[in-house]
């Protein structure tokens, strides 16, 4: 039996059911819609995120990572964090930009009164001593590169002032505290004593409390290989910028969804390889009439893959026309509304993008599509033996 | 016994078949003559449809051996009309008649070319791209029995073909494979419990207690 005379006959199954195939190819495409549906929003949720936390860094991912805890005597020495930055710098293509560091020093006498003075007016506020004076080796600030660029912050925002309106005076002087990237202050006892300072931070008379190596990525991929990474395990890792949050919620709904999404491609593949496993067996007459009359097992292999196959294009091509267009209708609909959100939860600028996109995991569905297909094959190829034919004949 | 050495007949030698632990055939010896037409007949369950599927190689017996001309005989070299006039019904009636040229290798072009002398043969050239829900009873037994001798057999197997059939219709059928019989050289063997398929027999053997008689 020829190759074509196989396909044409694996087609002509497909084509003269159509009821049949029509139903089969519903049920397995919607259940795979779905799965189509949140991977190529997820995927543009993610290139959002991405591609909007690139607007602090000047275009590049900068990572930080690892930590030196002075405080808490966690670390070994700078100059090991340093060669592990060399060798994830090597792995990732990234570029090794030197390291994050952290100093404190002293409030001033007014600020100190502040802090009293809160702390008189609200019993759950605790003074700080300390102003926190970050120091970057390289970031960009409104698209400008500016090295040795510092922040200070007076520690945590103290719940009490997420009341807008009502204690206007204290968002005003804690507003730039999670505004790390955004603000320069003017003047600083760092800067004050820049000149006398070496800027490692040993020599300078500010405390130095804590190092973060700093690691910049061309490619967001690389980029988001080594956030994977580093986060899975406990060492701490952020990027740069106002995006920590981004980050966090990338790595939420990345954790859901591969739950959510593993636990619904397994039923899909499950209810799939049944649904075609019934085909079959509605065609065990006909397989039994093929043998009677001159065919091989592996003939009637040929019509049945082809037959199968089909129906799996036909889902496949069902899913991701479905899964695709309702994600495009969906994006289209709120992609300016869930920019909007984000922008305003993660106080940073999210552009506005159609909120669809590849991601691997897309392959995966292809595959496991497929993957369905030929398990069901596998598990109906006792039909293709002579087993019963009589019995199958009469039926 | 010069007949009995002719290259086409079917030889059966020492056949032994078990089936659900009872004993169809034992050590039972038989040949076909070339171009008899065949009544097997016998009582239900007693072994007719297991005997015409290991003539046609679709069944392998315990022991012994069904031989034509020294070899085992194969599914491209019989033809078989099945019980109830068996058709797919997701293929068009010139597909199903094609269907044992397709997968014993016959070219596309010699294969249409038999197609469209089978179909004028038996009448149905109209209805060859009708499905066979399409089609009635009578016309779907034309076609089964065109599909049967697509390839040229020199055997034709029929099972029961005259089960569930009124007698018109049964009378019609035997007198198309009568026909096709007396036209050609093939050899015809039928099973069926229907007196009716006697009178249209040149031998008829009985099976009884594990022996073809």
């Given at each position: 039996m020829m190759l074509i005379d196989a396909i044409t006959l694996g087609v002509k199954k497909i084509t003269s059911h159509k009821k049949r195939s029509l139903m089969s190819v519903i049920t397995v495409g919607v259940l795979f819609s779905l799965l189509f549906f949140s991977t190529i929003l997820y995927a543009g949720f993610k290139n959002l995120l991405f591609e909007s936390s690139l607007g602090a860094t000047g275009g590049e991912a900068i990572l930080a990572f690892g930590q030196c805890d002075f405080n808490e005597d966690k670390c070994s020495s700078v100059s090991e964090m340093r060669e592990q930055a060399e060798l994830y710098a090597k792995k990732y293509q990234a570029d090794f930009k030197g390291e994050i560091k952290i100093y404190k020093t002293q409030l001033t006498d007014d600020e100190k009164a502040i802090q009293n003075a809160m702390a008189n007016q609200y019993q759950d506020y605790h003074p700080q001593e300390y102003r926190y004076i970050t120091v970057f080796p390289e970031i960009f600030i409104d698209g400008i590169k500016k090295k040795n660029a510092h922040s200070a912050s007076i520690e945590e925002i103290p719940s009490f002032i997420k009341n807008p309106g009502e204690f206007n005076f204290l968002e005003l002087m804690f507003s730039n505290v999670n505004k790390q990237i955004s603000i320069v202050p003017p003047e600083t006892d760092l800067q004050k004593q820049k000149s006398a300072c070496a800027m490692d931070g040993d020599s300078c008379n500010n405390e130095l409390v804590f190092v973060r190596p700093v690691l910049s990525f061309k490619n967001i991929d690389n980029a988001i290989a080594f956030y994977e990474e580093n986060n899975s395990a406990e060492t701490i890792i952020e990027p740069i910028g106002n995006v920590i949050s981004i980050y966090n919620s990338y790595g939420i709904v990345k954790k859901l969804l591969s739950t959510v999404g593993t636990i619904l491609v397994i039923i899909s593949v499950v209810i799939m390889v049944f649904t075609f496993i019934k085909l079959i067996n509605e065609e065990s007459s006909n397989i039994a009439l093929y043998r009677s009359i001159g065919a091989k097992p592996r003939d009637v292999f040929g019509i049945f893959s082809t037959y199968i196959i089909g129906l799996c294009s036909s889902a496949l091509v069902f899913s991701v026309l479905a899964g695709g267009i309702s994600a495009i209708f969906y994006s289209t609909i709120n992609a300016s509304k869930i920019s909007d959100i984000l922008s305003q939860t993660y106080m940073t600028d999210i552009q506005t993008g159609i909120l669809i996109g590849f991601d691997p995991s897309l392959i995966f569905l292809v595959v496991a599509i497929y993957f369905s297909g030929v398990t069901c094959l596998i598990l109906t190829i006792d039909q293709l033996s002579l087993k019963n034919i009589s019995k199958r004949l009469k039926q | 016994m010069e007949k009995n050495s002719s290259k086409n007949d079917i030889v059966i030698t020492g056949l032994r078949k078990i089936y659900n632990n009872k004993i169809i055939f034992k050590n039972t010896n038989y040949i076909i003559n070339e171009h008899e037409f065949l009544l097997i007949t016998g009582e239900s369950g007693v072994g007719k449809t297991t005997l015409l599927n290991m003539i046609a190689g679709l069944e392998k017996p315990d022991s012994g051996s069904i031989l034509m001309g020294g070899k085992p005989i194969k599914p491209c070299e019989t033809g078989y009309v099945f019980q109830g006039f068996y058709l797919d019904n997701s293929l068009d009636i010139s597909k199903?008649?094609?269907?044992?040229?397709?997968?014993?290798?016959?070219?596309?072009?010699?294969?249409?070319?038999?197609?469209?002398?089978?179909?004028?043969?038996?009448?149905?050239?109209?209805?060859?791209?009708?499905?066979?829900?399409?089609?009635?009873?009578?016309?779907?037994?034309?076609?089964?029995?065109?599909?049967?001798?697509?390839?040229?057999?020199?055997?034709?197997?029929?099972?029961?073909?005259?089960?569930?059939?009124?007698?018109?219709?049964?009378?019609?059928?035997?007198?198309?494979?009568?026909?096709?019989?007396?036209?050609?050289?093939?050899?015809?063997?039928?099973?069926?419990?229907?007196?009716?398929?006697?009178?249209?027999?040149?031998?008829?053997?009985?099976?009884?207690?594990?022996?073809?008689?």
């Open positions: - | 199903n008649i094609e269907l044992p040229g397709i997968f014993c290798g016959a070219k596309k072009n010699e294969r249409l070319k038999r197609l469209d002398i089978l179909s004028r043969i038996f009448g149905i050239t109209d209805i060859l791209d009708n499905k066979p829900n399409e089609i009635s009873g009578g016309q779907a037994e034309r076609v089964c029995i065109a599909r049967a001798i697509f390839n040229n057999p020199k055997i034709i197997l029929a099972d029961e073909p005259t089960n569930n059939l009124d007698r018109a219709n049964a009378e019609r059928v035997l007198k198309l494979l009568k026909i096709l019989w007396e036209k050609t050289e093939l050899t015809v063997v039928i099973s069926s419990h229907d007196d009716l398929a006697k009178s249209y027999a040149t031998k008829i053997a009985i099976i009884k207690g594990g022996e073809i008689l």
